[in-house]
């Protein structure tokens, strides 16, 4: 539906759009997979759950409504919700939850985003079987800067546990061992033919030889990154995390959880049967992960055999689940369109320096009873600080003036300063302090953030996601951040835009990013077993001087703590 400008509250002038309203009804759906029935948490009924269609500068009113036995918010990944922080989304960061019963209204403000972007449930683990995608089409009277494909289609990747997900956790945060593993994977909601009792629910896209797809890839899984191909076929990104990309060809494309890609498919093969394949990329040493393969089925409407009598489709190539060149690799090929229809501004000047050490860690427990290393409890942290997370949420506390909910001294730098990815640390590194701190940034001011991995207990990557921002990725590299050397080599001409980094195992990234968006914006690792432990940070973005430049009031049925 239209809506007039005039018509709309004062604070939603900036967006030229449409307005469009969902209804959203959480609660708890049998579903089977793997041989076995279980409950899970769905929205709407479906796993994976609704797509939003929306164009470029739109608001989308999301009622929401749970009817499940666990506390629920919703939080709209990659939309920056321009001084909108209310309707982000994370438990006790800028909301309490929607408890049962209760409902929440959402007003999601689409600025820039053009692709696609999605949304997920940001309480405890539910977002194991609540998300779905956000496609953003380009605004009215504007077109694909590529030919426009014949078709678009949502490919969700995802997890599924025979367990209650939510005992996955409960076990983990009793013990301090790590969580346990998925039994699967899925595409759309499906593990695929080469599980037990799966055939028939196997996800197919069916494609017709000549035409082209646009496949809008969501990795919405919990605790593992993808390697994804198609058989004899090759893959062309075109857009990742809500902005376009220059075209970039690949046998395969490396996906991390939070992330989104928009992937063009050419259906140019012999008609046949063609698999879709999913894996994990994991190489940190001693990490487990599930080490399973989730399938679907490209089908040209001209292949015409009986299923019954056909071969087995064509599987794809897919590189070793620890090759940590292939996924950086094609990582570092993406580049931002920067076309005269689609600039970027990437930042030139920076005004505040930050670097971000992000660790596993462990704290001691009582006689070595805990289940993680030598009997200590599993830990993660930013800069030393592992996160605690508050009983009253932080936007709230800052907007009213609550005092002792957080701390706003959260360093800017490593406490301690050492070989971040050397071999073996002296055990006093690997306890960091809990804490729940706040970074406080003035309003305009240019960010450069350096994340640093380091070997602490155990290196791996790490999918660092910012709420409320996208940035430009202008470094990245492998070993210790040389803050003389590496800005050398920095991209600043066509750098990706994106909200989801991965920072490499014992690596570093760097972006830029302008702090123009007033309020409380969570900084987390999107493996959720590390966000579940404690790497996370909150950064709280002052108000400007106009007034298109402060926090919006807060909306009247916000839930209650």
Not at 289 to 296: G, H, K, M, P, S
Not at 413 to 429: E, G, Q
């Amino acid at each position: 539906m239209k809506v007039s400008w005039l018509l709309l509250p004062c604070f939603f002038l900036f967006a030229w759009g449409e307005t469009r309203y969902y209804d959203f009804i959480v609660s708890s759906t049998p579903y089977t997979r793997l041989c076995s029935t279980k409950k899970i948490l769905t929205v709407n009924g479906q796993f994976p759950g609704p797509t939003i269609y929306a164009n470029k500068g739109d608001i989308v009113v999301v009622e929401t409504y749970n009817r499940a036995q666990y506390n629920i918010t919703l939080h709209w990944h990659g939309v920056k919700q321009p001084r909108n922080p209310w309707s982000d989304g994370p438990e006790y960061i800028t909301q309490c939850p929607i408890p049962p019963g209760g409902s929440f209204k959402y007003t999601i403000i689409l600025s820039n985003e053009e692709g696609t972007v999605w949304w997920h449930a940001h309480s405890d683990w539910s977002r194991a079987t609540v998300h779905g995608a956000i496609v953003v089409h380009p605004q009215l009277g504007t077109i694909y800067p590529f030919t426009k494909p014949d078709r678009e289609v949502p490919i969700i990747l995802g997890e599924w546990w025979k367990e209650d997900i939510n005992e996955v956790l409960a076990l983990g945060l009793i013990t301090g061992a790590d969580f346990n593993v998925s039994d699967a994977f899925t595409i759309n909601g499906q593990p695929g033919d080469r599980y037990p009792c799966s055939k028939q629910g196997t996800f197919r896209l069916l494609v017709e030889h000549g035409k082209s797809y646009l496949l809008r890839i969501v990795n919405a899984a919990l605790n593992d990154e993808f390697f994804l191909a198609i058989a004899n076929h090759k893959l062309t990104v075109v857009g990742t995390d809500g902005a376009y990309t220059k075209p970039l060809q690949a046998q395969y494309i490396m996906i991390t959880p939070g992330q989104t890609m928009d992937v063009l498919l050419e259906a140019n093969q012999p008609p046949n049967l063609y698999y879709m394949a999913a894996r994990a990329f994991s190489d940190g040493v001693g990490v487990p992960f599930d080490n399973t393969t989730a399938t679907a089925i490209v089908e040209y409407s001209n292949y015409t055999l009986p299923h019954s009598t056909a071969p087995s489709p064509i599987y794809p190539q897919l590189p070793y689940y620890n090759n940590t060149l292939a996924a950086f690799n094609f990582t570092q090929r993406l580049r931002s369109l920067a076309s005269g229809d689609h600039p970027i501004e990437v930042p030139l000047k920076v005004d505040t320096h930050l670097v971000y050490s992000v660790s596993v860690n462990t704290f001691p427990c009582p006689q070595n009873s805990c289940g993680g290393p030598n009997g200590s409890r599993f830990a993660a942290s930013i800069n030393n600080i592992s996160f605690e997370t508050p009983q009253i949420d932080i936007l709230d506390a800052y907007y009213a003036g609550i005092r002792g909910v957080f701390r706003k001294n959260f360093p800017s730098f490593p406490p301690y300063i050492f070989n971040f990815t050397a071999d073996s640390f002296p055990m006093v590194l690997e306890i960091p302090k809990p804490g729940t701190k706040v970074k406080v940034l003035k309003y305009g001011e240019c960010v450069e953030l350096v994340f640093q991995g380091t070997n602490l207990v155990a290196g791996e990557d790490h999918p660092l996601h910012l709420h409320g921002f996208s940035f430009y990725v202008v470094g990245s590299g492998f070993g210790n951040y040389d803050p003389v050397k590496d800005p050398l080599e920095y991209n600043l001409v066509d750098p990706p835009s994106k909200n989801t980094v991965s920072v490499p195992r014992n690596g570093w990234v760097a972006l830029r990013f302008i702090a123009d968006n007033p309020g409380v914006w969570f900084m987390h690792c999107h493996l959720e077993r590390h966000l579940s432990w404690g790497m996370d940070a909150v950064f709280i973005v002052r108000d400007g001087e106009s007034p298109d430049e402060r926090l919006l009031p807060p909306p009247p049925n916000m839930p209650r703590c």
